[in-house]
C-alpha cells in the first residue's frame, strides 16, 4: 500500500490539468473540418482527384491532450518543486549560520534575546520595562528578575565574557538574521562578471550551468511528500544518482577554465576526491534498494514505512549504511572535514576563484542545494521520509491511538522530511564546526582503502537480510534490534578500546620538564 | 603534471601576515620554495634614528603587533643596557606580568589561527574569546588593547591598577581550565594528529645553525631558552621550568610546535600568578607614576661610543636589539638600532622544511612557526 | 626558585673563550660586563680587522661550539676615521644545544639544568665588531657557510646598509624591493629621512599648518 496524506499536490495538479485540458477539448468546435480539394481533371489526369484532410479539432486536440496534460503536469510540479525547495532552503543558511555561531560560543541573535533580561553591573538595558506606559513594567520586571537567577549572568562571567553581553537593539530582535540570506543573494546579483584574460571563454561559461543545472535536476526525482514530486520514474533513485554525479565534470571544468594555477589544482583534487566518492556512494545506495526491494525512491520509502511492508526504518536495519552514506555525502558535497578542493587555506576558495557576482552566488547555493539534497535523501533512505517516528506504534496504542493518529494525519509529510533533513543538517554542521580539513591524498586513501571495502560489506550484508530474512511481510522486529545492538556495540567498542601505550606514544604529551603543571588548583589565592 | 611555480601570496589567508611564498609544485609535491619579503618594510631603524630614546618605545610595539609587549620591553633592556640604568624590583615585576600575560595572549593569536589552517573553524572564536580577556588585563595595564608603550627606561609607565591582582588571578584560573577546551578540540581529533604529525620535521642542531630559537626549538627537545641562558629580570626568582618536547627521531613536527606553545601558555600564566603573589610591596598596593619604586631616573644621552645590546625571549624566539649611541642632539638619538626578529631567520628556514611535502601541508608547517611579519619586514 | 646560569660561570666561559681568541693575530677580545637592570652578564667583546674576520669565525665555530648567529648589523660612520667608515658588528651565541639521543626509537629529551651547566655547555655572548675603511663598496668575509643563520642577516645587510659580503651565495634584495635602483642602501648616513627636507604634514586636514614631531631633528 502507497503511503499517502492530504497533502496530494500531485493529484490535485493532475486532476487540474485534466480537467483544464477536458474544458479546452469541449470548447473546441467538434465538427468535421472539410479542407479537401477536388482538382478536376486536365490533360495530365483524366479523372479528377480529391486531395486534403478532414480536420476535426477536437480529435486533433484530443489525440494531443494526453502530451498537452504531461506537459502541463511537469510544468506545474516542477514550479511547485522548486519554489517549495528554494523555500524551504532558506533554513539551511541560517541553520548553518546560528549553529556555528552557538558552537563557536558567538551567541549572536540569541544574545540580543537574553539582553532583554541579562545585566551587566546588575543593571539590565536601563531597566526598559519601566518606561512602559501605564505600569505594565512591574511584572516584566519581575520575571526578568527570574529569568536572571536561571540563566543570567554568573559575576565571573559578567567581567570575562562581556563580549557575549549585547545589548537590547529595539524591535529588531525579532528577526535575528533572517534576511541574511537575501542580503547576499542580492548583493551576488549586483557584482560584475569578471572573466579572466586568458580564461577559456566557452568552458567557463559552461561550467557553472552544468553545475547549477544538475543540482536543480536533481530535486526533480526528490519526493517531498508522497504526493509532492517532479517526477518518479520507475528508476528514479539511478537517474537521480546519474544526475548527481555529473556536477563534479563541471567542477572540473570551472577549475581549468580560469587559467589560474590554484584552480587547476582545486578543481583536480575535486575531480578524484568526488571521484573516489562516487563509487562507495553507488555502493551504499546500491545496498539500500536491495534492502528495500525496488529503485524508486517513493517505493524505498513506501517500504519503510508501510505496515504490510518493512515497518521499520532503514537506519535501524543497517546502521553501517547509514553512516556511509553520511560520510560519502559529505564528501560528495565538500563540506568539511573534506572540503580540500575550496581549501581556504591554502587555496582561497579553490576551483571556484575566479567566479565573481551571480555565477559564483549560485554555484555556492549549489553547494548548498546538494547539502540539502544529501540531507533529504538520507531522510528518505534511512529515516522512513515522511512517516512520524514510531507512528504505527502510537497509532497502535489502546486508548489514545485513535486521536493520535488523527493528530498525526494532519501533518503533511513534507513537514516530517522537512524535519529530519534540517536537523541532519544540523549534524553536517556540527560536524563542520568540530573537526579539522582532511588532506586531499589522505582523503583519497580514506576512500578507496577504507569506504570502499566498508561499502561491499554492507551491500553483502544487505544482500543476505533481504534473502534471509525477508518473507514478503514486515520484518521481525528483533531483526532490526539485533543489528542495532551489534553496530553500536561494535562501535562502542572501537571507540573506547584504545591501545593506552601507543596513544601515550602517538600522543607525546606534554611537557617532559614541568613536574608539577601548572592547573588550576596549584595556586592559592 | 609539469612542475609550475604557485605564489602563495601575497595576498592568501594562510600567510598570517604580509609576504609570499612561492613554491614549486609536481603534482602535490612541494619541489622548491623562495620566501619573499618586505612587503610592509616600514623603515623603523631608519626611524629610530631620529627619535628621543623614550619615543622609540611606540615604535617598539609595532614591530609585531600581536606580541607587541615583548618588543617594546626587548628595546627598554637594550636601551637600558646601553645608558646604564638600575631598575627597581617592583618594576621587573610588573615588567615580567606584562611581559607573560603578553605571550598568553600571543600564542592564543597563534592558537586561533592555526585551527583554520588546518580546517577548523571554531577553535578561531574560542582562542579570540579568551584572548580578550588577556587584553583587558593588558588593557588595564597599558591602557591601550594592542599597543601599549608600557616600558620606560628605568622601570614602567604605572603600576598595577587597583583591583589588578585580584581581577588578573580570576582571568588567570579561568584561562587555565579553558585551555583543556582547546586541547580536545586539538588533540582527541585524529584529522589534526594525521595532519600536523609527520609533517616539517626540524632537527636542533640544524635549526640553531639556521638561527632558529624559542618555541620552534624546544619542540625538538632541548630547553633552550633566553631566559635562563642569558637571564635577565626577575626569571631566577620564580619557579617554572621551560616546556620541552619530546619530538621523534627525525625532529620536531608541527604537533610538537603546538603542543610546545600550548605548555608555554600553561608555565606563562603560572609565572603571571606567582609574580602576582611575589610582587616587592605587595600586588594590591599602588604607586603612583614616577614613583621610585616603579621608576629610575634615567640618562637621556648616549655618548658615541657607546654601545648596548641585549638578548630576549620573545614569543617566537630570541630577538635582540642593538644601539649604538652618539645620534643626533649630542647623543639624545640613537647613532644606529639594529633589531633581530626571530621570524626573519624562521621563515628561510621553514620555507626549507616544507620541501618534500604537500602543498596542502605548506600552511600546515608554515603556521606552526607562527610567523608575524610587522617584525619580519620592521 | 627559577634556575639560571650563574653569573660567575658566564663570566669564566667568556674568559676562556677570550684567552683563546686573542692569539689570533689582528683581534683584540675582552670580556666586558654588562647589565640588564638586576642581572650582570658577561659578554665577550671583540675587536677584529677584516682580514682576521673569517679565520676567527672557523675558530669559534670549531673550537669554541659558537653554533648560533643572531644578528649582524652594518653601520656607516661618514664622521669617523679613513679605517673605521664601516662597520660590522656580528653577535653570536653559544647555545649548548645538541641533538637529544634516542633509545628504541624514542626520543629522549635533554633537560640542561642551568645551574650545573659548566664548559662547553655554558651559553655565552660574543660581540665582534669589524671596522672596515672607507670605500665605495665595502665587504668582508661572508660566513654563510658556517653559521646558515647569518644568510639572511648578510642579505639584509648589504640591501639596507650596503656592506657586501664576499663570497655570499646568492645575494639579493630582501627587504627593499627586487628592483631597487643599484647603489641604493637607505641606512647610509647620506640619505635623509625626509624626503628633500620636506618638512610638511602630509594630511593637514584642518590648515592648522602644524609640523611634524621630528622637525629640525632630521639632518
Known sequence: ???????????????????????????????????????????????????????????????????????????????????????????????????????????????????????????????????????????????????????????????????????????????????????????????????????????????????????????????????????????????????????????????????????????????????????????????????????????????????????????????????????????????????????????VEGWWTEYGGIRWGLMFAAEYMRSYAACILFALFFLGGWEAPFQHTLADLPWVGGMVEFGLSLIPGVGWILLKAWGLFAVFVWIRASLHRVRTDQILEFGWRYLLPLSLLHLVLAIAIRLLFWDGGPWNILLPIAITAISGGIFVILAIDEDKDALEIQRRPYSTQAVVKASPGSHNA | MAEMWISMGPQHPMTHGLWTLKVKVDGETVVDTEPDLGYIHRGVEKICEARDFTQITTYCDRLCYASANTWSHSYIYAAADLLEVEVPERAEYIRLIAIEIQRIASHLMWLGAYGPDIGNLSIMVWCLREREMMMDLLQELGGSRMHYNFPRIGGVKRDLPYGFAQRARAKLKLFLNRIQEYEALYDESTIFLVRSQGVGYAKPEEMVNHGVSGPNLRAAGVNYDVRWAHPYSVYSELDWSAPVERSSIKGADCYDRYRVRVEEMRVSASMALQALDKIPGGADTHYEPEDPMILAKAPSRAPEGTSGAHHFEDSRGESMFYIAGGGEGRGKQPYRVSIRSPIFITIPFAAKCMIGYKVADIPAIMGSFDPCIGETDR | MGKIVSASVQKDAAEAIVTSISEVAGIKAEVVERSSGTHTRNVVVVNSSPTSWRSLAEKLYSDHAVDYCSMITGIHWPEGDDDRKWEVVYHLLRTGVRDPPSEDGVVQPIIVNPSTVRGFGTPVEIEVHVHLTDSRTPSIDSVQDIWVGADWNEKETWDLVGIDFDGHDGMRRVLLPHETPRGYHPLQKQHNLRYHGFEEMYDDAQGFMRKPDDVGKIK
Do not use: C
Open chain 1, 1 to 347: 500500500m502507497a503511503s499517502s496524506d492530504w497533502l496530494d499536490i500531485v493529484g490535485w495538479t493532475e486532476s487540474m490539468t485534466s480537467w483544464s485540458m477536458d474544458n479546452v477539448h469541449d470548447l473546441m468546435p467538434s465538427e468535421d473540418i472539410d479542407l479537401q480539394v477536388t482538382i478536376p481533371s486536365t490533360w495530365a489526369w483524366p479523372d479528377p482527384f480529391t486531395i486534403g484532410p478532414i480536420f476535426n479539432l477536437q480529435d486533433g486536440f484530443a489525440s494531443i491532450q494526453p502530451a498537452l496534460e504531461a506537459f502541463m503536469h511537469a510544468m506545474i510540479m516542477s514550479t511547485v518543486v522548486f519554489g517549495m525547495m528554494m523555500t524551504t532552503m532558506l533554513a539551511i543558511p541560517y541553520i548553518e549560520r546560528k549553529f556555528i555561531g552557538r558552537l563557536m560560543d558567538r551567541l549572536g541573535a540569541t544574545t540580543t534575546l537574553r539582553s532583554l533580561w541579562v545585566g551587566e553591573s546588575g543593571v539590565t538595558g536601563g531597566e526598559w520595562w519601566n518606561k512602559l506606559p501605564f505600569g505594565v513594567g512591574g511584572p516584566i520586571g519581575w520575571v526578568i528578575g527570574a529569568l536572571n537567577k536561571t540563566w543570567g549572568n554568573s559575576h565571573e562571567l559578567e567581567t570575562i565574557s562581556r563580549v557575549n553581553n549585547r545589548s537590547y537593539h529595539g524591535y529588531w530582535f525579532l528577526l535575528p538574521g533572517f534576511f541574511q540570506a537575501f542580503a547576499d543573494f542580492f548583493k551576488f546579483a549586483t557584482k560584475e562578471h569578471i572573466v579572466p584574460r586568458d580564461a577559456d571563454k566557452v568552458v567557463f561559461e559552461v561550467a557553472p550551468v552544468i553545475i547549477l543545472s544538475t543540482t536543480i535536476m536533481v530535486f526533480a526525482f526528490v519526493p517531498f511528500g508522497p504526493h509532492i514530486y517532479a517526477a518518479n520514474p520507475d528508476l528514479s533513485l539511478l537517474f537521480m544518482m546519474a544526475i548527481f554525479g555529473v556536477a563534479p565534470l563541471g567542477v572540473f571544468f570551472a577549475g581549468w577554465a580560469s587559467n589560474n594555477k590554484y584552480t587547476l589544482i582545486g578543481g583536480m583534487r575535486s575531480a578524484a576526491q568526488l571521484t573516489a566518492y562516487e563509487i562507495p556512494l553507488l555502493i551504499t545506495v546500491l545496498g539500500v534498494a536491495v534492502l528495500s526491494g525496488s529503485f524508486n525512491i517513493i517505493e524505498i520509502v513506501d517500504f519503510q514505512i508501510g505496515r504490510e511492508e518493512g515497518n521499520v526504518w532503514n537506519i535501524f536495519m543497517m546502521p553501517l549504511g547509514a553512516l556511509l552514506f553520511l560520510i560519502t555525502m559529505i564528501a560528495e558535497v565538500e563540506r568539511i572535514p573534506f572540503d580540500m578542493p575550496e581549501a581556504e587555506a591554502e587555496l
